[in-house]
């Protein structure tokens, strides 16, 4: 998982931003650099800036957080800070003239529009339970625009309907769970090792899933 490190500096008014700019852009080559991005802040002064006096930032993205610490005291990284960041600082190096964060960016939770009323939106649920998988479960009964805004995104007019945090629609409770089992390596699998237990395990689904819900023929 990537790593965001944000660094937001206050500097002199009369900065040579050009260097400062290509000095910022050199942190690239550091290992595990992926993006730098740096720049002024863009709002003026008097017109909604909420820059509490902070005039400019830094933002790199890692390929992991494991790049951070060896990033920090990497000898271009000191070089830069040494030489183009404190120096530009308009005051001392603290609290008024640099902050930094560092997050790993977190993923949209998965979405499950279902029914109290609906067995499959209910295994659906009980899987994502099961798994602790980060995910919010929303009521088609309650006619949000969320519920609406997943809806019209699928193929059919059926619960469960899960969105992906990438937005894609999944549908059909049994590949909805078999593709989340086959793309998750955690939590507790749902199919018992030995592969006799394992066909016993999805032929009971198969059967309680799609055939003892159907209507039971009255006449042969
Ligand atoms: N094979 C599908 C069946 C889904 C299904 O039949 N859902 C019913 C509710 S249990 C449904 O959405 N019916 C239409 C509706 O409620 O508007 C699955 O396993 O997800």
């Known amino acids: ?27 690239k080559k550091i290992p595990g650099v992926v993006s730098v991005s ?16 902070f005039t400019h930032g830094i ?3 890692f390929e992991s957080k494991e790049d951070l610490m060896p990033y920090q005291v990497h000898e271009h990284h000191v070089y830069v ?21 560092d997050w790993e960016p977190a993923k949209a939770p998965w979405r499950l529009l279902g029914s109290e009323n609906s067995p499959y939106s209910i295994k659906v649920r ?13 009521l088609k009964q309650m006619a949000s625009e969320e519920s609406a805004e997943i809806a019209n995104r699928a193929k059919l007019p059926i619960v469960p309907t899960v969105s992906s945090p990438d937005e894609s629609i999944l549908q059909d409770s049994t590949p909805i769970i078999e593709l989340l089992e086959a793309s998750s390596s955690s939590g507790p699998s749902i199919h ?8 016993l395990s999805c032929l009971l689904e198969e059967f309680s899933d799609e055939w003892v819900a159907q209507p039971y023929p009255t006449a042969l």
């Open 192 to 199: 018992p090792a030995s592969a006799s237990m394992r066909f």
């Open 81 to 101: 800070k040494d030489n183009h960041i404190v120096p530009n600082l308009d005051g001392p190096p603290g609290p008024s003239t640099i902050m930094a964060l």
């Open 59 to 61: 933002s790199v993205r």
């Open 38 to 53: 740096v720049g002024r802040n863009w709002v003026p002064e008097g017109a909604g800036n909420r820059g509490n006096g």
């Open 1 to 27: 998982m990537p790593l965001d490190h944000l660094v937001v500096l206050k500097l002199k008014p009369d900065v040579d931003e050009v260097a400062f700019f290509a000095a910022a852009h050199t942190l």
């Open 126 to 138: 009980s899987y994502f339970r099961y798994k602790s998988i980060n995910h919010r479960w929303i």
